[in-house]
């Protein structure tokens, strides 16, 4: 035997493939290798069926990796870079219908994160770097809106706005770093004034005022860091105590 005979047996190359198996030989794994590390697409079985399709480089998450129901149709994609999520999440029901699309960078949530249900859209937030920041809106049965709230930080922050039918505002609050913060205003279905009330760090705190469908006063009370200060007016129909 040669030396380069003797060293090439010492010395076997490398395998270029790996492949696992189930108790019942059938493959649950199989991918292509470089220097020892997996690096290209794997695939991956159960009893038998594609359950995922991954791309890996140096043995990292890497490029677009795709989940299957076991019907074989598509119930998720998604993108890493570097072994974290980068770029957009697909997730769908086993009608192929959205159920959730949602932007990543470097393994954070940054972009809009849409939910949905029966292929519908109900919720819609923008993130940047993992925390809620900026609008988030959810939405009823019939499509419309039903909350829009501004976000800071992972915290309300701003102006939220709830919605009744054909879209009339009911309701409008103000927050201040995840806390109610201001003049808080309720509706009637109609979109006529009902109440007022001011807010200070989530608790009533000042006049609140509340009246009758006809726009006249029907209640004025006043509030001390949430707690009744002194004894509310009230007034008939006709403005008299």
């Given at each position: 035997?040669?030396?380069?005979?003797?060293?090439?047996?010492?010395?076997?190359?490398?395998?270029?493939?790996?492949?696992?198996?189930?108790?019942?030989?059938?493959?649950?794994?199989?991918?292509?290798l470089h220097e020892?590390?997996?690096?290209?697409?794997?695939?991956?079985?159960?009893?038998?069926?594609?359950?995922?399709?991954?791309?890996?480089?140096?043995?990292?998450?890497?490029?677009?990796?795709?989940?299957?129901?076991?019907?074989?149709?598509?119930?998720?994609?998604?993108?890493?870079?570097?072994?974290?999520?980068?770029?957009?999440?697909?997730?769908?029901?086993?009608?192929?219908?959205?159920?959730?699309?949602?932007?990543?960078?470097?393994?954070?949530?940054?972009?809009?994160?849409?939910t949905y249900e029966?292929?519908?859209?109900?919720?819609?937030?923008?993130?940047?770097?993992?925390?809620?920041?900026?609008?988030?809106?959810?939405?009823?049965?019939?499509?419309?809106?039903?909350?829009?709230?501004?976000?800071?930080?992972?915290?309300?922050?701003?102006?939220?706005?709830?919605?009744?039918?054909?879209?009339?505002?009911?309701?409008?609050?103000?927050?201040?770093?995840?806390?109610?913060?201001?003049?808080?205003?309720?509706?009637?279905?109609?979109?006529?004034?009902?109440?007022?009330?001011?807010?200070?760090?989530?608790?009533?705190?000042?006049?609140?005022?509340?009246?009758?469908?006809?726009?006249?006063?029907?209640?004025?009370?006043?509030?001390?860091?949430?707690?009744?200060?002194?004894?509310?007016?009230?007034?008939?129909?006709?403005?008299?105590?």
């Amino acid at each position: 035997m040669s030396d380069a005979e003797t060293s090439a047996s010492a010395n076997p190359p490398a395998p270029t493939e790996l492949v696992e198996h189930d108790e019942e030989g059938r493959v649950t794994m199989q991918g292509p290798l470089h220097e020892g590390k997996k690096h290209g697409e794997f695939c991956f079985f159960a009893a038998g069926k594609l359950t995922q399709k991954a791309n890996f480089k140096n043995d990292l998450l890497d490029g677009e990796t795709v989940d299957y129901f076991p019907n074989g149709k598509v119930s998720q994609r998604l993108h890493f870079a570097a072994g974290k999520m980068h770029g957009l999440l697909r997730r769908f029901d086993d009608q192929g219908r959205p159920e959730l699309i949602a932007a990543y960078q470097a393994g954070e949530l940054h972009g809009d994160l849409l939910t949905y249900e029966n292929g519908q859209m109900v919720r819609q937030q923008h993130y940047v770097k993992g925390k809620k920041h900026g609008v988030g809106i959810i939405y009823g049965p019939d499509g419309q809106p039903t909350l829009s709230a501004n976000h800071q930080n992972d915290k309300r922050h701003g102006e939220a706005v709830y919605f009744g039918a054909h879209g009339v505002v009911i309701r409008r609050e103000p927050y201040q770093e995840g806390l109610i913060h201001g003049l808080v205003q309720e509706f009637l279905p109609d979109g006529r004034l009902r109440e007022t009330c001011q807010y200070q760090a989530g608790k009533p705190h000042g006049e609140q005022l509340v009246y009758y469908p006809s726009g006249k006063l029907q209640k004025r009370a006043r509030y001390e860091q949430g707690a009744p200060s002194g004894n509310p007016e009230l007034f008939d129909e006709k403005g008299r105590p």
